[in-house]
């Protein structure tokens, strides 16, 4: 890199150093601040906004180098870390004090997207996975870890072109870093298009890190034997991905992973099966739009009180179950808790004040942990007691066997209270943390130290009586320490064990072992109380990792009451019922909500719609439509009921009767992938082919609006064939929601097995019309495209037109004829509001309205007013 004979002994050291972690910005300490140098600090200099300038090395030109405080690096290391880079953190491994030469130095840590957030103070509610992926062939496994909790996932399968149970995985985990091996390359493709959806770093890193042998050594030593069965070993692909997501934590965080002792092996297929396209159309987590939480399934199910129940919440959305026990489990939990209004309080009351306990583990085990987060873990145990107590009340099995297993760990949260301040300072070695009355020794030295002067006056009061020298003085200066002075006049006064230390002119100064003591712990007082206090640190620390598996089994079952008491909160408030899940093939709704589109309305009401599916007749609906009367809301509804219910949720609707489908899969929507050059139709092709391949029997299929991306006959007999297809039992036969427009369709009722018709009830007076949001039985062959358009505000002229157009087209005229509107005189102006508003309002017939018709033209009269 550098001439290294050129430079100056601590340069060579940081070369020396930096060669070994080529790839990392290196943060270097140098006193109270981190270093950057040569090209890291040009980088760091740039992407942090700080002020780049030189250092002299020993070198014809300065080094570049920047700098930031150590007191606040993580702020700065953060930024990096977003920015896709990783940082080596570089400490002094020796006292500068003690040490011979320079400094030894050496890198603690590498902190790398995936590993992040582990020394952070920052709150926050979201998993960060690192996920290790090892392919062989056409088979594939994958090892899931954060780091940040402790919690590891391993699952694996086979690898097929498209969106594979890989790719879903991958959406289903959102991992921050992903680690490759090298046969994983003919996949990169895969992983390039998963990058544009959600932000992820990626690396291939050497074979060597998944070698067997090494893997199945490694698992052994973090796990233990008792933990892991021989059909995982058996498993290479498994033990491959997470031994190399092993070895890759031993080299970047070089601490005892303690917090890491456990792993769940998952099958591909132990959760309901949703793909990357339906994450992202059912808008599950987050919008589509911002990517925000608000406006998605979760930030209306999110009521949790804690960062570990968020993160529960969110892993119970993202992988719901297709267990039927499990799932009924969850159920029955909510619904005691819907039912016992008190209790669901007492307890979400108490978790108010319950601090994020894995994160303050991951501190712990990292070395990173002040004081405070002890308080902070003190006062999180405080609040178990509540939890526990709560709970005993509670009969069903999910809630009493939590109440049975919660572990308040009293004799820990004893020990901290005893041992901490109520506000202990930031710093870990400068004392101000420990209690008066835990430590006898740590007590009598802060008395040494604040009681100092008084003990000298004493001793000198002591030795004055003792030996009747009535101008006996005790003294300080910085070449004896303290002494004892006596004039010439008492010298024959003197005890015998005084030691003589000088002779002055008018008296003699002596010492006395108790003097030299006590002289000793004064001026050592400061440093022996830091030391003391961060021995009794260190000792509270220990005891802290001594209880970490018990204190990692109450922080999960603490974050599942959490997520219980959050989807019961919802429940309660928003009407929602349990619904009836099991194992047969029916999807029965009646009068089902739409839980995000419903919670937005603010000046009207949702709209509920039945839905009925099965394996038999009614396994294909049809549904025709215009746009904008709400078919799409609709079949999204009804996929995300099906998921709330296997989530363990209640669900928006009057009653609801749930089999349990192994996947849901989507087609909704269009939208072109330029940056990998394909059309709206090619995406639309890729993900029907998907869904053709993976959909089973057991499936639920939202299909909207399939073909329209192509020409018009195109487009009709690709939709007529995937329907024929999807439909037939010998091919799918899976449970089917198929909105088009495209009305000929309707026409599948009479010819093929299971296929229903059903359209959006639409009320039509003249030009206008009225969507009643209602889904009935029976197509439509009307679309009303023109009135639509009338609605959406198209000129006059424009809407006359194009009924001009349209006649022309149903007479069976292939061109249309020429305009007979002057276009030149069109105007795009709108006559005054008020004669508007009074036209519409003349022209409503109150005697052929409904009631839901009513409230529908009253609401739009009331926006347009509001907008004046």
């Known amino acids: 890199m550098k001439n290294k004979a050129a430079v100056t002994p601590m340069m060579q050291q940081y070369l ?11 943060f270097f300490r140098l006193g109270d601040f981190y270093e950057m140098f040569f090209d890291d600090a040009i980088t760091a200099s740039r992407e942090l906004e700080i002020t780049l300038t030189g250092k002299d090395c020993g070198m014809e030109e300065r080094a570049p180098m920047c700098g930031v405080p150590f007191h606040s690096v993580q702020g700065y290391i953060s930024k990096l870390i977003k920015k896709g880079y990783k940082v080596a953190i570089c400490e002094q491994v020796e006292d500068p004090a003690t040490a011979k030469g320079i400094v030894k130095r050496d890198v603690v840590r590498v902190v790398t997207p995936g590993t992040a957030g582990a020394e952070s103070d920052a709150i926050s509610e979201d998993n960060n ?32 072109y498209g969106e594979s149970a890989l790719i879903n995985l991958l959406a289903s985990f959102r991992p921050s870093e992903i680690i490759l091996n090298s ?63 092993l070895a890759y934590l031993y080299e970047t965080q070089k601490v005892d992973l303690t917090h890491i002792n456990s792993f769940k092996y998952v099958e591909s297929t132990q959760h309901l099966q949703i793909d990357i396209s339906s994450f992202r159309n059912l808008e599950l987590t987050e919008t589509m739009r911002d990517k925000e939480k608000r406006g998605s399934l979760l930030g209306i199910l999110d009521r949790t009180k804690t960062a570990m129940g968020a993160r529960r919440l969110k892993s119970w959305i993202d992988r719901p179950l297709i267990n039927a026990d499990g799932i009924n489990m969850r159920l029955d939990a909510v619904e005691e808790l819907v039912d016992k209004i008190e209790t669901r309080e007492e307890i979400t009351e108490a978790l108010k004040k319950v601090y994020d306990i894995e994160r303050i583990l991951s501190k712990v085990v990292y070395g990173s942990c002040n004081a405070r987060d002890f308080l902070s873990l003190r006062q999180s145990l405080e609040n178990l007691p509540d939890v526990k107590s709560a709970l005993k009340e509670c009969t069903s099995a ?107 002119v008018g008296g003699e100064r002596f010492i006395t072992q108790e003097l030299k003591d006590l002289e000793a712990n004064i001026l050592n007082a400061r440093e022996r109380v830091n030391a003391l206090e961060y021995d009794n640190f260190v000792a509270i620390k220990n005891e802290i990792l001594k209880n970490l598996h018990t204190l990692q089994a109450t922080a999960k079952l603490v974050s599942i009451v959490d997520a219980l008491c959050s989807l019961a909160t919802v429940a309660a408030r928003r009407g929602y019922v349990k619904p009836l899940v099991d194992t ?46 709400g078919k799409s809301t609709y079949m999204r509804q009804t996929a995300l009921i099906v998921i709330m219910a296997q989530m363990g949720s209640f669900v928006p609707a009057k009653e609801c009767h749930i089999g349990i489908v192994d996947a849901v899969f989507t087609r909704v929507g269009a939208s072109d992938d330029l940056a990998s050059g394909q059309s709206t139709f090619m995406v639309e092709m890729n993900e029907v082919a998907h869904i053709l391949k993976n959909a089973t029997s057991k499936s639920l299929v939202i299909l909207d609006e399939i073909g329209r991306g192509t020409s018009t006959f195109d487009g009709l007999s690709i939709a007529w064939a995937v329907a024929e297809y999807m439909a037939n039992k010998e091919c799918i036969g899976a449970k089917t929601l198929f909105a088009t427009h495209y009305h000929e369709l309707t026409a599948l009722e009479n010819t093929a097995d299971g296929i229903k018709n059903y359209s959006v009830a639409v009320k039509k007076r003249g030009d206008d019309i009225t969507f009643l949001r209602k889904i009935v039985k029976g197509g439509t062959d009307d679309s009303f495209g023109i009135q639509v358009a009338l609605l959406a505000g198209l000129p006059r002229e424009v809407i006359d037109r194009a009924k001009q157009v349209l006649s022309g087209i149903e007479a069976g005229n292939k061109a249309p004829s020429n ?43 009331q926006k347009k007013v509001s907008e004046l």
Request: one cysteine or more; a negative charge.
């Open 819 to 861: 305009p007979q509107i002057e276009w030149g005189n069109c105007s795009l102006g709108d006559p005054p509001v008020s004669d508007a508003l009074k036209e519409e309002i003349m022209a409503i017939d109150i005697s052929t309205l409904t009631p839901i018709e009513a409230m529908n033209e009253l609401y739009k009269l």
């Open 584 to 629: 047969s093939d029916i999807i029965n709704i009646k009068d089902g909500r739409h839980p995000v589109v419903e919670a937005s309305l603010k000046d009207s009401l949702f709209v509920p719609n039945d839905t009925y599916l099965d394996t038999s007749d009614s396994r294909f609906s049809i549904i025709t439509g215009p746009n904008m009367a």
């Open 183 to 245: 046969g994983s390359a003919h996949r990169s493709k895969d992983i390039v298009d998963l990058q544009k959806r959600y932000s992820f770093y990626d690396s291939y890193i050497d074979d060597s890190y998944f070698d067997a042998e090494k893997a199945q050594k490694n698992i052994m030593l973090q796990f233990g034997t008792n933990t892991i069965g021989s059909s995982f070993l058996e498993k290479d692909c498994c033990t491959s991905a997470l031994g190399g997501l």
């Open 129 to 160: 996975f690192l996920a290790c992926i090892y392919m062989e062939g056409d088979f594939f496994g994958v090892a899931f870890a954060d780091v940040t909790t402790g919690e590891v996932v391993v699952s694996d399968g086979v690898s097929d």
């Open 398 to 504: 999910y809630l009493s066997n939590i109440h049975s297993n919660l572990n308040v760990l009293s004799d820990l949260r004893l020990l901290i209270y005893c041992a901490i301040v109520d506000e202990p300072p930031i710093t870990i070695k400068e004392g101000g943390m420990i209690k008066k009355g835990f430590d006898k020794e740590l007590d009598s030295v802060k008395d040494v130290l604040n009681n100092g002067t008084s003990y000298i006056a004493a001793i000198e009061a002591k030795e004055k009586e003792r030996t009747g020298i009535k101008n006996l003085k005790v003294a300080y200066n910085r070449v004896f320490g303290y002494y004892i002075e006596v004039s010439k006049s008492n010298l024959d006064k003197v005890p015998e064990e005084y030691i003589r230390k000088q002779t002055l």
């Open 16 to 26: 020396q150093i930096k060669e070994e972690y080529n790839d990392c910005i290196l």
